[in-house]
């Protein structure tokens, strides 16, 4: 009986599974990279937000020739005069002016314009937002967006919202 058993013969046979397989590891590496850069195309109007993710974008969309929108950020936009009156032609009409001043240090996206009228009570009464095209007295080309320390005077006419209205806040979208 000097036969081996079966199971060592076979272990034998086995190839050597220690050797690494350097081609799967590399395409497994391009597939992680092409999917990272399909995120980041398929979101970069998302990316193109943030301070850090901007300067990268630019640089790899200006040879691909893709576009990114303005940045947008109303934290650095600031009203500094503000007033709603009747207005002088039109009766049941008020007439607001606002200016408003680009605080930033870049060109950013002209943003939308709310006006809230409320109630003694605090409740709002009315609201109303107002497209760029809308309180730009002038037509401009918005695609450049407000450069920064750049002023808007937002002139607005509407419809006097209610008698029991006794204040109003304007925000910057």
Not at 23 to 30: N, R, V
Not at 142 to 164: C, F, K, N, V, Y
Request: negative net charge; contains cysteine.
């Amino acid at each position: 009986d000097d036969e081996l058993p079966e199971a060592y013969l076979l272990q034998d046979e086995v190839v050597d599974t220690d050797s690494t397989g350097w081609g799967a590891i590399a395409a497994a590496l391009s597939l992680t990279f092409l999917l990272v850069v399909q995120y980041v195309w398929a979101d970069r109007h998302h990316l193109a937000q943030f301070e850090r993710w901007r300067p990268t974008l630019e640089i790899f969309c200006k040879p691909l020739n893709c576009n990114l929108p303005l940045r947008r950020d109303p934290g650095h936009l600031e009203i500094v005069e503000r007033e709603i009156v009747r207005h002088p032609h039109v009766a049941d009409a008020l007439l607001v002016n606002a200016t408003f001043v680009n605080n930033a240090e870049f060109a950013q996206a002209y943003p939308l314009f709310q006006i809230s009228f409320s109630d003694v009570s605090g409740a709002p009464v009315a609201v109303r937002r107002f497209q760029p095209t809308a309180y730009l007295a002038v037509f401009r080309d918005t695609s450049a967006g407000m450069a920064p320390g750049e002023q808007i005077h937002a002139p607005l006419e509407l419809i006097d919202p209610a008698e029991r209205t006794v204040s109003f806040t304007l925000q910057l979208f």
